[in-house]
């Protein structure tokens, strides 16, 4: 097939921007696209390690000032990979230049900052997706399938968890170029932004709208020295964060994360329970979809352990031969296919701006009621099929 250029212009060269490059490079190897993503530009503050990026990962060229990066004629779509607190300027910005736009989760650290961000893709007319990655793991695509087809029946209970250790140390910084995720100026909030937000977009996409939310959080660790300061400074974000909440269709939420559980590293899990049958899966065995339905005949009814390998599954046929995985950084070239094939549709590539904002209320409305020990309503609107 003839293929269009689409050149990217990333902005940030962290754990994500090296996600998203890899995304760029491998999605015309495995699907058959109109559109084909040319490594144009990469953005950083700091020059030599922005060139070091640009060197490995196949970039033609460097900028230290995205707002250069935008002005570029010869750049169609800006990536967004830099802290949480950077989103909102420079995704309006490329908006108003004309940019499409694909911005690493959340959207930004409100809904008052996202709000604008959504006002200004619209406004533009420009195609904007958010990295919400997991959606897209074979067997996470393959529950969406199972949900839509109506094979569990009524939903009574939707859980999820999105547990990590890697704070629980006192002598970690926060700020800096790894630990901005532990300062809340940068970050927005703590595991509700940065891993909740995961679970809630999942959630919604498979079980509809939240509508309202009951919450605690707890930061453990008060004091932490910052990398910008070197001095003890007190922490704000949220370190754990439980939820309970209503779904718009009925159903009851459970959620649960934090980074201070001792052995789990990544433990992405959810299950749902319907009136005939269940589902579960877990990021750490992330290929497999565990299925039990009750109208199985009783002899051999039981969980079924689904490898999702095969072609006729979500994604499969473009990859290896049936019973041979693929990984975590799959989830991203998956995305990466899809906008580039809505490039081709004219369809949204969810989840959009939009849907990202949905999001963000939820998040928003768990730290409003964790803060005020109340229930609070979400507001959420979700239209997204
Ligand atoms: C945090 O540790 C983190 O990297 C998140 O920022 C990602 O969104 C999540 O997918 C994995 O964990």
């Known amino acids: 097939m003839p293929q269009k250029e689409l050149r990217i212009g990333l902005v940030g060269y962290g754990f994500m921007g090296r996600t998203h490059s890899n995304g760029y490079k491998r999605a015309n190897d495995f699907f058959d696209l109109a559109y ?51 989103h909102a300027e420079i995704a309006i910005a490329a908006a108003e230049a004309g940019k499409m736009i694909l911005c690493e989760k959340p959207l930004a650290r409100t809904t008052a900052e996202s709000k604008p961000m959504v006002d200004a893709v619209e406004k533009a007319g420009v195609p904007n997706t958010v990295y919400y990655n997991y959606r897209r793991l074979p067997a996470v695509t393959l529950a969406k399938q199972i949900v839509d087809s109506g094979k569990l029946g009524k ?25 901005w995720r532990l300062d809340a100026a940068a970050a927005g909030s703590g595991v509700t932004g940065d891993l909740l937000a995961h679970c809630i977009d999942t959630a919604m996409w498979l079980n509809g709208g939240i509508s309202d939310v009951s919450a605690m959080t707890e930061t453990f660790i008060k004091q932490r020295e910052h990398v910008a300061t070197g001095k003890k400074q007190e922490v704000t974000i949220d370190d754990a964060c439980l939820f309970h909440c209503h779904f718009a269709n009925g159903s009851l939420g459970l959620f649960e994360s934090t980074r201070y559980a001792r052995g789990h590293k990544a ?26 339905d009750h109208r199985d005949e009783g002899i051999v009814r039981g969980w079924r352990n689904i490898h999702v390998s095969d072609g006729d599954q979500p994604y499969m046929g473009n990859w290896w031969v049936p019973g041979l995985c693929v990984g975590y ?30 999001t963000a209320k939820v998040c928003d409305a768990v730290l409003a009621s964790a803060k005020d020990r109340a229930w609070k309503d979400t507001g959420v609107e979700w239209a997204e099929k």
Request: net charge negative.
């Open 329 to 358: 950084e799959h989830s991203f070239v998956h995305q990466i296919a899809d906008f580039l094939k809505s490039l081709e549709t004219g369809e949204a590539c969810h989840p959009t701006f939009r849907d990202a904002y949905e």
């Open 267 to 292: 433990l992405y899990t959810f299950e749902i329970n319907g009136a005939d049958a269940s589902i579960r899966w877990d990021l750490h065995d992330l290929n497999r979809l565990e299925y039990f």
């Open 36 to 86: 084909r993503p040319v490594l144009k530009a990469v953005c950083g503050r700091n020059a030599d390690k922005t060139k070091a990026f640009a060197e490995q990962w196949g970039y033609e060229s460097t900028e230290s000032d995205w707002k250069k990066l935008i002005a570029r004629d010869d750049i169609d779509a800006v990536d967004i990979c830099t802290p949480n607190d950077t």
């Open 155 to 179: 939903i009574f209970h939707y859980r999820a968890n999105f547990l990590q250790d890697w704070t629980i140390s006192e002598d970690l910084p926060q700020g800096g170029e790894g630990l």
